[in-house]
């Protein structure tokens, strides 16, 4: 697995159900060797019940020729991004 380290300043813009624009940022990207996938881990800023920033994750289509995110389809995906965000938290870098 090949992780790229968090980018900064990346925005994009994805729309609600109910067709308003919401604003997100990219944490990270990442590519898998063991899916051949890549991923995208963003947030849009907003806090949960508990006060912990909301985090997105899907998977993406790095050379742009589908612009949809599609979602993890299997519990080791959710484990890989959540392994990510764990060893990111404690350096301190999202």
């Not at 090949?2 to 919401?22: H, M, R």
């Not at 996938?37 to 289509?61: F, H, M, P, Q, R």
Request: net charge negative.
């Amino acid at each position: 697995m090949k992780e790229e380290k968090p980018i900064t300043n990346s925005v994009f813009t994805v729309k609600d159900e109910n067709g308003k624009d919401i604003e997100c940022e990219i944490l990270f990207t990442f590519e898998s060797s063991e899916t051949n996938k890549n991923y995208i881990v963003y947030t849009d800023n907003t806090k949960d019940e508990t006060g912990s920033l909301k985090v997105y994750a899907n998977i993406y289509d790095k050379n742009g020729n589908n612009r949809d995110l599609l979602p993890l389809e299997t519990e080791e995906e959710w484990n890989t991004v959540e392994a990510i965000l764990a060893k990111l938290e404690e350096k301190d870098e999202i």
